[in-house]
């Protein structure tokens, strides 16, 4: 059932853990909750599943993306942005992009860094969990960058301190801040990205 969560999970995209599930659970016919796997073992099987099939191409545009990302912080560096979701976890794609969370006093502050750079957004809300069992809602600014579509998250600035739970690890995700990508991307040069120059600095 892990797998075949993960084979939907790669259709729909790598935030939709409980969708996945319960498509998976409906087609194979397992009622009983108890057997249902949790989202780090629907991660694992991701994981496996990408590095099954189409492995060299798959880890190229994670590094792609991880480039992008990198570049996407330089220009909300006020916000001190961190990059979370699956660019870090290694299951990211090209369709579903690279998430950011930026800390703000209030989402207007976001707005305004848009509008100077006269980047077209759309807005949305998502639902983040905290350790304190409380569950709140913060917006989401999204924008294409070329062909990458970007994923801004704006929390207020103490999430810093306290951020949402990672829905895999179930513990507070604090990603990773551009110092701590250019660390990576030194790591998993491709043929691909030297020829797209070096990234920029923060």
Known sequence: MAYESARILSEHGPTEFERARRKAAARLGISDKRCWPDNGEINDA?????????ADERAADLTILRRHALQAMHEFSAFRPRLVGSAVRGTATREHGIELRLFADSPEEVLMALMDRRIPWQEREASQ???????????????????????LQVLPRQALRQPPLDPVSERPERGIDATELRALLETEQTPETAMMGPSRST
């Open 46 to 54: 991701l994981i496996e599943q990408q590095r099954l099939f189409a």
């Open 129 to 151: 969990r905290y350790a304190s069992g409380s569950v709140q809602t913060h917006p989401v600014f999204e924008f294409l960058a070329g062909d990458i579509p970007v994923h």
